[in-house]
């Protein structure tokens, strides 16, 4: 979902009152000295970078009202506690709907500080439909193959290409899995977390959850809270307008935060040359999308697939140097070959994409009602297109399957929860993925639950990336359940991370930038 970012007032520091979360009674992880490995069969699977790394599977039921029914199963990872005692379980998801969660695990134990990770069995998992778990979904192969239509629907035929994909995806993953997708939504991953809990033996589990993943462990807390030890939600999906209107709302964030890159660029004109004035490198930006309407880069870049490859500037700001050296290589001087290099790095859609989208589609569609008149989003887009050009209809198209799809839709789940100990919630003011406000409505929903906020920062999924004044907030929380408490919208404020330093583009090309893991594509979270 994209919504407008909404800022934050208030100082730039950290509020320094904190006070102890509730005792273990009371809802805190429990130690248990015993091993939490009762129905799980775990064998070695360690990398180089993550030796103690440990693999599985669970069978769970395809369909949790017929426990005895047909079974699915879920790809786990582990890195066991070395701590003397265990706290037990911490469950990790890197959001979605769709992100595979087995490589989660060894980073948050390697980035966690080794005193807290060790208490912790740290649990990653792929979800139903993802990756390694089976069935894997891949509804229609090739379907984001460039060059695809025009995202812009100028004329009908263009809009009607885009609408025959669309409806095509749709078909495509109804005939292939018929039996799936009415169990492929939010609650069914969160009872198959309940399911893992009940495997690994452990009377509650913490969770550390991402994008999406705040929304999927606000949905497992409702259902289970009594089985909630520690929760840790960063970049907090809003749960209002579950998630027509959510994504509606989220183009409008997207393109505040394409408008900071741009302004970027023109702050260091000396090293890209585009101009001093952000609207003017605006208008170079969309003259560069029009060109490559008309003549796609290399045969393969074209207007979605330009979109499509710098919506990561959306999602992280480390991705600018090597986008803006894209941009400066075409709009200065024709050179296609930067621009293609980053649009096969961050736009081009693999094997792992393809079953990622499956998944995020199958699970959007089913978890709420989608408008089956198309009539009602071409008015919707249109409108918010003259407000929010970047990513409206390339968005919009991202989702259109949901228009079309093959079964019927659950309701949202009310994640409105006065049974939990304290939930700590990570925010940035501008994030564009899950904007501000999100965070502030689930920090009211989830009672007693407290705001650590990124004041001023852009980037999505804040934990565990270098801001060392957040990192300090979850460690202590982890540790041993403290949270900050405020008097005001946020319980704690930290100064954001400086903006990346721009490169010389031809070392960003030479190096194809920075290396960080592939993002999210369109309306993911």
């Not at 582990?78 to 959001?95: E, F, K, Y």
């Not at 740290?122 to 060059?147: E, T, Y």
């Not at 919506?311 to 200065?332: E, I």
């Not at 003259?386 to 989702?399: D, M, V």
């Amino acid at each position: 979902m994209r919504r407008r970012a909404a800022a934050l007032c208030g100082a730039a520091a950290v509020v320094a009152a904190t006070v102890a979360a509730a005792p273990a009674g009371a809802g805190a992880p429990p130690r248990a000295d015993a091993p939490a490995t009762a129905g799980i069969d775990w064998r070695k699977c360690g990398t180089a970078r993550h030796p103690a790394l440990q693999c599985a599977t669970l069978a769970v039921p395809l369909d949790h009202a017929r426990p005895r029914g047909e079974r699915i199963t879920l790809a786990l990872t582990r890195v066991p506690h070395t701590a003397p005692v265990s706290q037990g379980p911490l469950l990790v998801n890197p959001g979605g709907p769709g992100g595979s969660g087995r490589a989660l695990a060894g980073v948050v134990a390697s980035s966690l500080p080794a005193e807290v990770a060790a208490r912790y069995d740290v649990i990653g998992f792929d979800p139903r439909g993802v990756g390694a778990s089976r069935p894997a979904l891949d509804c229609r192969p090739g379907h984001f193959a460039p060059v695809r239509p025009d995202s812009l629907p100028r004329t009908p035929a263009t809009e009607r290409a885009n609408l025959a994909r669309a409806k095509a995806f749709a078909e495509a993953c109804g005939a292939k899995y018929a039996r799936v997708l009415p169990h492929l939504d939010t609650v069914a991953a969160a009872r198959d977390m309940e399911a893992i809990r009940a495997a690994l033996g452990a009377p509650r589990i913490s969770y550390l959850g991402y994008s999406y993943g705040t929304y999927l462990g606000a949905v497992y807390a409702k259902l289970f809270p009594h089985r909630v030890g520690r929760m840790a939600l960063d970049s907090v999906a809003d749960p209002a307008g579950i998630w027509y209107e959510a994504n509606l709302h989220q183009n409008l964030a997207f393109d505040d935060r394409h408008r900071a890159f741009l302004a970027w660029v023109a702050r260091h004109h000396a090293t890209y040359r585009l101009g001093t004035d952000p609207e003017r490198v605006e208008t170079r930006w969309y003259a560069m999308r029009a060109a490559l309407a008309r003549n796609p880069a290399a045969g393969k870049v074209g207007a979605a697939e330009l979109e499509d490859t710098f919506v990561p500037g959306g999602y992280h700001d480390r991705y600018w140097p090597t986008l803006a050296a894209a941009f400066a290589a075409y709009a200065r001087e024709g050179d296609t070959g930067p621009l293609v290099e980053a649009y096969e790095e961050f736009g081009a859609v693999d094997a792992a994409g393809a079953n990622s989208y499956s998944v995020y589609a199958a699970v959007q569609c089913r978890d709420a009602a989608w408008p089956r008149d198309w009539r009602r989003w071409r008015e919707d887009n249109r409108a918010l297109y003259r407000k929010a050009p970047f990513l409206t209809w390339n968005n919009a198209w991202y989702n259109a399957p949901c228009a079309f799809w093959p079964v019927p839709a659950r309701r949202p789940v009310d994640i409105a929860n006065d049974a939990l100990p304290p939930v700590l919630l990570f925010q940035a003011t501008h994030d564009a993925a899950t904007p501000y406000q999100g965070a502030v409505r689930v920090r009211r929903l989830l009672a007693g639950s407290r705001l650590v906020v990124e004041e001023g920062g852009g980037n999505h999924g804040v934990t565990l990336r270098g801001n060392a004044c957040l990192d300090r907030h979850l460690t202590a929380y982890l540790a041993d359940g403290t949270v900050p408490r405020g008097g005001g919208e946020a319980d704690a404020v930290c100064p954001a991370l400086p903006e990346p330093v721009p490169l010389e583009p031809k070392a960003v090309s030479a190096s194809r930038g920075p290396a960080l893991p592939r993002l999210p594509g369109p309306g993911r979270r």
